[in-house]
């Protein structure tokens, strides 16, 4: 409702752009900015909140895809193409998140440091992204321990790239670790307060397995790790009969997915004679609008744990 119609562009275009582009700037040499502050662009909320606290006064971040936006299926306008090419900098999450964007971060980072944050993360800590598939789950920020190497990587980054301000760098990113260190306790001290039978979340997408794995849920998702292929009815009716068997109390929407995946659900335990209430809506993969509890990262977090568990508890 509140996404303002955007241009997308083909291919062909993107290329002619990029070239166009580059040869206005003087084959992408970085350029100081006008304002003297370190020009950052990151794909999700999420980078873009990490990059905000590690970088303070001496960074200006735009970040691309707002709240509610889902990154799998995000494709570039004309303005991103400009805003990537201006930037000294630029932040992605990578493991194929942003499916739509992967040539133009390709072509765009090619003359600039360009860092995918996910890929920095120790491997044999990624999971996969279905059972034995070789390519990792991208959704590593439902993992607050896993998310502070995020943080570690933009810091590094920043210094590296901005050595005189490169203390700043390294002491935000020290405050704000410290901070995510409190986080994950709040995150582990609530999952605490459900038995672990209970510890079950189902929700549209599955965003949420790195989640499951670091606080004890068993997660469903009606769809896979992308949203870009539909569930289909065989789908719907599998995760119904699930949560008849297991009288699970609450099934979650997410704020970057359509709300009809989770109703159908819904309506399927219905028809079984059982009911399951909707327990909330869960940031899955982008952050809230500005001035929401999920407008940051660490709001997103308490937000989404606190609405698990309430609605888990039924106390919703
Ligand atoms: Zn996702």
């Known amino acids: 409702m509140s996404k303002s119609p955007t241009r997308h562009i083909s291919p062909i275009l993107l290329t002619f752009v990029i070239l166009a582009g580059m040869a206005l700037a003087g084959c992408g040499a970085g350029t100081a900015s006008e304002d003297g502050r370190l020009h950052v662009v990151a794909t ?77 993360i120790d491997s044999a800590l990624l999971l996969p992204w279905s059972d034995g598939s070789a390519e990792s789950d991208p959704h590593v920020w439902f993992d607050v321990q896993l998310w502070k190497q995020v943080v570690e990587a933009v810091g590094d980054t920043l210094a590296e790239v ?50 499951g794995r670091a606080y004890g849920f068993e997660v469903r ?34 704020s970057s997915v359509p709300v009809r995946a989770v109703e159908a659900i819904q309506a399927a335990v219905a028809a079984r004679g059982a009911a399951v209430e909707i327990g909330g809506e869960l940031y899955s993969d982008a952050l809230g609008d500005a001035g929401s509890e999920g407008a940051t990262y660490a709001g997103m977090v308490r937000h989404n744990i606190d609405t698990i568990v309430d609605a888990l508890k039924g106390e919703g």
């Not at 895809?65 to 570039?76: I, N, S, T």
């Not at 201006?86 to 090619?110: C, H, K, M, P, S």
């Not at 490169?166 to 995510?180: I, P, Q, V």
């Open 44 to 120: 999700t909320g999420q980078i873009g909140d990490a990059v905000a606290r590690v970088g303070g006064e001496h960074v200006h971040v735009d970040v691309l895809m707002g709240a509610g936006v889902d990154p799998h299926l995000y494709v570039a306008s004309e303005g991103d193409v400009r805003l990537l090419q201006q930037a000294d900098v630029l932040f992605y999450n990578g493991l194929f998140l942003e499916a739509q964007l992967a040539d133009v971060l390709r072509q765009i980072g090619e003359s600039k440091p360009s860092v995918a944050l996910a890929e920095r």
């Open 162 to 211: 901005d050595a005189a301000h490169a203390d700043a760098y390294r002491a935000n990113a020290a405050t704000y670790l410290r901070e995510l260190d409190e986080l994950h306790a709040y995150v582990q001290e609530r999952a605490a307060e459900l038995p672990v039978e209970r510890r079950v979340l189902i929700t549209a997408h599955d965003a949420f397995h790195y989640f």
């Open 221 to 254: 998702g009606l769809q896979g790790i992308s949203t870009a292929a539909e569930a289909g009815t065989a789908d719907v009716r599998a995760l119904a009969d699930y949560i008849v068997q297991r009288q699970i109390p609450a099934i979650f929407i997410e």
